[in-house]
Nanobody
Framework: QAQLVESGGGLMQAGDSLRLSCTSS????????MAWFRQAPGKEREFVGN????????NIADSVKDRFTISRDNIKDTLYLQISSLKPEDTAVYYC???????????????????WGQGTQVTVSS
């Protein structure tokens, strides 16, 4: 049974806004550092950002921090990624991931996250 399930992707126009969701069935959701990654065709999986279990602290990749916001709802066990001013280069499969442990020692490489969703495709046309 999938423990992380992403949703909200689709075909978008440049300049649109989009909110992706990741619903978790991990027990104790609020204790996990949650992250978003993305992978464009032919490229490596790229760190987008992560958020502490409490939701107080976030770390967003410099390349997108002016347009991407990460949040979470620990009552609904859901992680969100809000994207504004979509660009064609945002086209990718977006994955959510989870890890236990401290946010402040969390690394940005995918190998540090043991739990993954199946991904949701975001395609942005110009």
């Amino acid at each position: 049974q999938a423990q992380l399930v992403e949703s909200g992707g689709g075909l978008m126009q440049a300049g649109d806004s989009l909110r992706l969701s990741c619903t978790s069935s991990l027990q104790g959701f609020g204790t996990y550092v949650m992250a978003w990654f993305r992978q464009a065709p032919g490229k490596e999986r790229e760190f987008v950002g992560n958020i502490a279990g409490s939701g107080i602290a976030t770390n967003i990749a410099d390349s997108v921090k002016d347009r991407f916001t990460i949040s979470r709802d620990n009552i609904k066990d859901t992680l969100y990624l809000q994207i504004s001013s979509l660009k064609p280069e945002d086209t990718a499969v977006y994955y959510c991931a989870a890890k236990e442990g401290s946010f402040y020692s969390a690394r940005t490489s995918p190998e540090n996250y043991p739990y993954w969703g199946q991904g949701t495709q975001v395609t942005v046309s110009s």
